[in-house]
């Protein structure tokens, strides 16, 4: 009898008969995993064994490619990786302005500018048509001197504003100032006027000699689209600090001299044109008629100016007539000059405005003024003529000019020329007549000066014309030390001192400005020169 619960003996217990091959069927997951270990076999013994071709067979091309249709085997192909399929560099492809390139598509920076032809490019604004950014084919689009890549990753303005430039125009803000100007200036080459004042980029810095990064260059709180405007009515000048007085501050000055004339010395411009008039007082009715205290002289020329403000009253010259002979007047200008040397620029000014007096008698009375500074400027290759106008509006100092000329160091001897316009005959000057060796004259010379941000440009310096190794600079008309004169003139120390040129002359011109033949340097920009061991010239008038 079997043991109870057990199962009958010629039954036979599923479980206890199960074959190998039934249980590895049950088990999917065994299964699964070992056909695929057999796949991997397979593979891998056939990339072993599977023949490499000869040689020589040709290799395909690394290239990108995309399935142009389902079922369509073709393949369109970027092969340089610019973002420009290969086709439409061929046939060339389109800008929204119209223009038409045809790319290297074997090279995705067709022109070296550091931008690959799709950042020339610039965004697909339609099928086949970008915005264009660039000229993918120059490395300067616009040919100012500044490359594409330079143009687009911009820069700073010397009062430390950041810009970008557009590539494709050579004057981004329209203000006849091409970028290049301007990154050499450090104005901003996206505003026309970059320091607000009224006044152009152009006109502040070509023109009339000003800061274009300076409301007031001078210093003297009137801006200087103000002083500008009031040259001949206020005879107030933008380069020149300028103190105006009330007109019976002015008239007191000059009834003082006229009445007291030698007798008293006081070291004003007014007074000294008061001590000219003395035996003209005819011309003052209140005189004329016997009241002769300085409060009624004082209030007769009072009475004859219209504004009640002046400066220092070369302007007003005119309502005051000059008494004596030559030589008579002669010996007043030296004693006043010889205890006020500081005015003889003023004291000229006065003279060469005088109505009354003839072209001999003003030559007379400013030799008188400035010694031998005369002869020699006029020896120099000056003229009498052009040495009047240079006086006329009383702030030139001919002395000054004649000791640079005489004394200074890095003087080099040049030309004398007529009075220019702007900054831009002083450029065109220079290409027609700087002397070469080699005959080779390169205008609008530019080079890198990122060494030395510190003190230089910003990123380029340029040249009005680039001869012999040799870097020539051209200013016309009164030039000061502004901030941005400085860096211009470090840059040349910079691109000496690291030889990448032989040496740098900067050219000074005499500027048609008010009615006078202004010319010159400040002496800090001259010390700054000669600390530099930059070379200068001062072109005389003629």
């Not at 990339?47 to 085997?73: C, F, W």
């Not at 002046?310 to 007539?321: M, N, S």
């Amino acid at each position: 009898m079997n043991d109870r619960g057990s199962a009958p003996a010629n039954e036979v217990d599923e479980r206890q008969v199960e074959t190998p091959s039934a249980n590895w069927l049950a088990n999917k997951k065994v299964w699964i995993a070992a056909l695929s270990a057999v796949l991997i076999l397979v593979l891998i013994l056939g990339l072993i064994l599977i023949p490499r071709g000869s040689d020589d067979q040709e290799a395909m091309p690394e290239s990108n490619s995309v399935e142009k249709s389902e079922g369509d085997t073709s393949v369109v192909l970027d092969s340089d990786g610019d973002g420009i399929l290969d086709v439409v560099e061929v046939a060339g492809w389109k800008t929204e302005a119209g223009a038409t390139y045809a790319t290297d598509p074997k090279l995705a920076d067709t022109d070296g500018d550091g931008l690959n032809d799709s950042e020339e490019a610039g965004a697909e604004v339609s099928e086949g048509v970008y915005k264009g950014v660039a000229n993918p084919l120059k490395s300067d689009s616009d040919d100012d001197g500044l490359d594409d890549k330079t143009e687009l990753a911009g820069g700073m303005t010397l009062d430390g504003r950041a810009f970008t430039l557009d590539p494709q125009r050579a004057d981004t803000d329209a203000d006849q100032l091409s970028d290049l100007d301007e990154v050499d200036y450090g104005t901003h080459p996206n505003l026309a006027d970059t320091d607000g004042d009224g006044l152009d980029d152009f006109y502040e810095l070509y023109v009339i000699g000003t800061d274009a990064l300076s409301l007031d260059t001078d210093g003297d709180s009137y801006d200087d689209a103000f002083e500008d405007a009031n040259r001949a009515s206020r005879e107030l000048d933008p380069q020149f600090p300028d103190v105006q007085v009330t007109k019976t501050e002015w008239a007191t000055d000059v009834a003082q001299g006229v009445l007291f004339g030698d007798l008293m010395e006081k070291d004003t411009v007014p007074f000294f044109i008061g001590m000219l008039s003395v035996g003209a007082l005819g011309f003052i009715p209140i005189i004329g008629g016997g009241l002769s205290s300085v409060a009624d002289i004082r209030d007769a020329i009072a009475a004859l100016v219209k504004q009640d403000y002046v400066t220092c009253g070369i302007a007003l010259v005119g309502i005051i007539p000059f008494a004596g002979d030559a030589v008579a007047l002669g010996k007043k200008v030296e004693k006043f000059i010889a205890r006020a040397p500081h005015l003889a620029p003023q004291v000229a000014g006065v003279i060469s405005r005088a109505p009354k007096f003839t072209d001999d008698t003003k030559e007379f009375l400013l030799k008188k003024v400035w010694g031998q500074s005369w002869d020699h400027l006029i020896s120099e290759g000056s003229t009498k003529a052009s040495l009047i106008r240079l006086s006329n509006d009383g702030r030139t100092n001919i002395t000054f000019l004649s000791k640079i000329i005489k004394e200074r160091p890095g003087h080099k001897k040049g030309r004398s020329v007529s009075p220019m316009k702007d900054g831009r005959d002083g450029e065109e000057w220079l290409k027609k007549n700087i002397q070469t060796k080699s005959g080779a004259v390169s205008s609008q010379k530019v080079l890198k000066t990122d060494g030395c941000v510190q003190v230089c440009n910003s990123s380029n310096r340029r040249f009005d014309v680039f001869a012999d190794g040799i870097a020539h600079e051209s200013k016309v008309g009164y030039t000061t030390l502004t901030e941005s004169i400085k860096k211009q003139i470090e840059s040349d120390a910079y691109l000496m001192k690291t030889g990448q040129i032989d040496g740098a002359q900067w050219h000074f011109f005499p500027s048609e400005i008010a009615q006078s033949g202004r010319l010159g340097p400040s002496e800090p920009l001259l010390d700054l020169l000669d600390q530099h061991g930059i070379k200068y010239t001062i072109h005389l008038p003629k």
